[in-house]
């Protein structure tokens, strides 16, 4: 990876700046990282402000915990979670295999830019869930993922696209 620092996990101390590589899975993320992270498994943010100020590649099952931020997109194979005022102003990517179903959840005053879902075969399916006062934009499913929605409490989203072709608008450029 590229950045200023390259580093195979996280530091004990913090903050960090550089791009970090994570195999395997890493459900503890506490502080903050000046770069982009890449984990190959399940990735979790825990503590309140922990920040990643660029782009999230996880890919298995990401949660962002209360009140954490990450500063550009997240791409992720699996199902992601939003708990109470996690901020993500970039884009929300999530890459199925075929068959695989993945929940995307907020869970209270939580927001993101545009969702996009997207199946490398010809079946999958995607739950959006949104509770009180959550936020997203754009909703773009691609050809072949069968969507469930609830949309509850006072929670915003834009328009829900079907049948998206992959490539208008073009998804985060996740890295692997």
Request: hydrophobic share 30%.
């Amino acid at each position: 990876m590229g950045g200023t620092g390259g580093l195979e996990g996280f530091p004990d101390d913090y903050p960090y700046e550089g791009d970090s590589y994570l195999e395997g899975n890493n459900e503890n993320l506490h502080g903050y990282v000046d770069g982009d992270v890449l984990v190959t498994g399940d990735f979790a943010m825990k503590d309140n402000d922990s920040q990643i100020t660029h782009d999230v590649s996880v890919g298995g099952n990401f949660a962002m915990h209360s009140w954490t931020t990450v500063g550009g997109n997240i791409c992720a194979g699996g199902s992601v979670t939003l708990k109470a005022h996690a901020g993500l102003p970039g884009g929300l990517y999530v890459q199925l295999d075929d068959g695989e179903d993945a929940k995307t959840e907020f869970q209270g005053h939580a927001q993101t830019g545009d969702i996009l879902v997207a199946t490398t075969s010809s079946s999958a399916s995607a739950t959006i869930t949104q509770k009180a006062n959550d936020v997203c934009g754009d909703i773009y499913i691609g050809t072949g993922i069968v969507l469930t929605t609830s949309f509850k409490g006072a929670s915003t989203h834009g328009t829900i696209h079907y049948d998206w072709d992959g490539a208008t608008p073009a998804p985060p450029d996740c890295r692997e």
